[in-house]
């Protein structure tokens, strides 16, 4: 494409890619280079380390990084509202946020620090000056909305995206419901990962193109990546044993690969839930009614039918009274790939706690973030523990959207671009 704009190009207002990126790297929020600090730190156990002076590109690869990447301690979700009704503004945001990310994941600042005159303010917020990239990857997803006739982007709309189907569990607050963008921003620094999503959120507001909806803070990843420890959840069992990990079940049920466009391809659709946990009910329970609600022993995180983590469930064996050791409404045997048609979903959760409620309990729970390459997939599993899992008692899905996550930009591009070809 050439770097000047056609009187067509301007009445319907696109922009060249060189134009676009000149105006990321030259707009008001400018992002000149200034690297941080990068102090060698590393944190390691027999299964698992933390290297807080990892970095990862966010150009370059086929797919965003943040979902095959191994998953951090701690991630900042949030989700955005569209605020303008104009194309330009939207692609604008995109190549600014493209721009940014690359320098943030790079463990550089966004801009000057300080600013020029008194009456300026600085481009980077500054929290995150001195420490290290904590492997920051940044996974920017599209919500519905984004592909309708308010941005004559309608025909350009994934063939499987669009609003989940109301189900079981359902109990949403609308304020923590939908979005048209989505940032999950995943690091071993909390304060890494927050500085991130501060930043791109003063970028959107900068612009005027989008408004932060709805937010979750997320630590002690409850999920795990290939070569790690497999963590605990809230309830204090191991979450995610069967987590997908190999390359084949990665290109068979997460990555879109069809007859879809070029800039589709090596996509993924992102479905969350924010899950309150009644942690005080929880408590009072005793742990071998908790084993049977989850099919699996506290303490060694083995299937009811076995005596390590990585035993395969057994879920037709009966004890001496004829009832089934791992119970059919147990939670490991209603989400088992073996009783839902051999469907697997990549599961990349995270623990979350926002103080005491209005009753004065714990607010806590899961901050649950699958991808996949149909949202059927997601809705026939969440189907059947919606409606039969012992663990409803003590869960409440409070939040959720849908997004499509498009695959990573190449150098000298941004998120998207193709979709506005």
């Known amino acids: 494409m050439s770097g000047k704009k056609t009187p067509a190009m301007e009445q319907a207002g696109e922009f060249s890619r060189r134009d676009l990126l000149r105006g990321a790297v030259a707009g008001a929020l ?60 939207l692609q604008v945001l995109l190549a600014r946020w493209s721009a940014a990310i690359s320098q943030l994941m790079r463990g550089e600042s966004i801009g000057q620090v300080e600013p020029l005159r008194d009456s300026s303010v600085g481009a980077d917020t500054g929290e995150a000056l001195d420490l290290a990239p904590a492997s920051l990857t940044v996974t920017v997803g599209l919500g519905p909305r984004i592909f309708t006739d308010t941005f004559g982007l309608s025909d350009k709309k ?13 109990a949403f607050k609308t304020e923590l419901t939908g979005g048209d963008l989505s940032l999950q921003a995943c690091a071993d620094d909390p304060q890494v990962a927050y500085h991130c999503i501060r930043v791109l ?54 990555w879109i690969k069809d007859n879809a466009p070029a800039w589709q391809q ?32 506290k303490v060694s995180g083995a299937p009811l039918t076995g005596k390590q983590e990585f035993d395969t469930p057994d879920f037709n064996k009966m004890d001496d009274s004829g009832a089934l050791i791992i119970p059919d409404t147990s939670h490991i045997s209603l989400a088992a790939h073996e009783n839902n048609g051999g469907l697997k979903i990549l599961r990349r959760a995270y623990n979350y706690t926002e103080g005491i409620n209005e009753v004065g309990l714990l607010d806590a729970g899961l901050l649950f973030i699958c991808y996949q390459n149909d949202p059927a997939h997601f809705e026939t599993l969440q189907r059947r523990l919606g409606a039969s899992d012992a663990l409803n008692e003590y869960i409440s899905h409070l939040g959720s959207a849908i997004f499509f996550v498009p695959p990573a930009p190449r150098e000298g591009s941004y998120i998207a671009a193709g979709m506005f070809s």
Do not use: C
Not at 158 to 170: G, I, K, N, V, Y
Not at 281 to 287: A, G, I, K, Q
């Open 266 to 297: 090596h996509g993924s659709y992102q479905i969350v839930r924010k899950i309150q946990m009644k942690i005080e009910n929880w408590d009072t329970d005793r742990v071998s009614d908790q084993n049977a609600i989850f099919g699996r022993h």
């Open 30 to 89: 400018t992002l000149p280079v200034y690297a941080l600090a990068q102090p060698s730190s590393i944190v390691a156990n027999s299964h698992d380390s933390i290297d807080l002076t990892r970095s990862y590109p966010f150009y370059g690869h086929a797919e965003q990084a943040g979902i095959t990447t191994p998953p951090q301690r701690y991630t900042f979700y949030m989700t955005f509202d569209v605020t303008s009704n104009q194309r330009q503004d």
């Open 158 to 170: 994934p063939a499987l995206l669009r609003e989940l189907q109301s189900l079981p569990s359902d």
């Open 201 to 254: 959120a003063r970028i959107a507001k900068h612009t005027g193109a989008a408004a932060t909806r709805w937010a979750v803070m997320g630590f002690g990843r409850a999920s795990a990546g290939k070569g790690q420890t497999t963590p605990r959840n809230l309830f204090g069992y191991k979450d995610g044993t069967r987590n997908i990990t190999e390359k084949a079940d990665f290109e068979k049920f997460v």
